[in-house]
């Protein structure tokens, strides 16, 4: 079992940058597949991000695709959502979330087995 913790959440202004960290508990981090979510209130969770677990490859949401950055330091058991260019719409709670059933990656919230508290992002416009 992880155990996953994000920070980095905070108040910006359209257009500025917030970098969203993600630390694993365990041994065994370079083994899972890794994503970020996010919820805004009374919608659903929505994919925004998911890297694979040597972190050679990638997938974005294309509402963020250009903007926001998904990487992973496995030396640190640390996932990243490095967001520039941010948007009102961009407003929401943001999870990290680890898959690990060895998928190259995955864009639906129900392969992932094991999630974080969030962390609040809010986009001032």
């Known amino acids: 079992q992880v155990q996953l913790v994000e920070s980095g959440g905070g108040l910006v202004q359209a257009g500025g940058s917030l970098r969203l960290s993600c630390a694993a508990s365990?041994?065994?981090?370079?083994?899972?597949?890794m994503g970020w979510f996010r919820q805004a209130p009374e919608k659903e969770r929505d994919f925004v991000a998911a890297i694979s677990r040597s972190g050679g490859s990638t997938t974005y949401a294309d509402s963020v695709k250009g903007r926001f950055t998904i990487s992973r330091d496995n030396a640190k058991n640390t996932v990243y959502l490095q967001m520039n260019s941010l948007k009102a719409e961009d407003t929401a709670v943001y999870y990290c979330?680890?898959?690990?059933?060895?998928?190259?990656?995955?864009?639906?919230?129900?392969?992932?087995?094991?999630w974080g508290q969030g962390t609040q992002v809010t986009v001032s416009s």
């Open positions: 979330a680890a898959d690990p059933s060895g998928r190259f990656y995955s864009t639906r919230p129900y392969n992932y087995d094991y």
């Open positions: 365990g041994r065994t981090f370079s083994t899972y597949t």
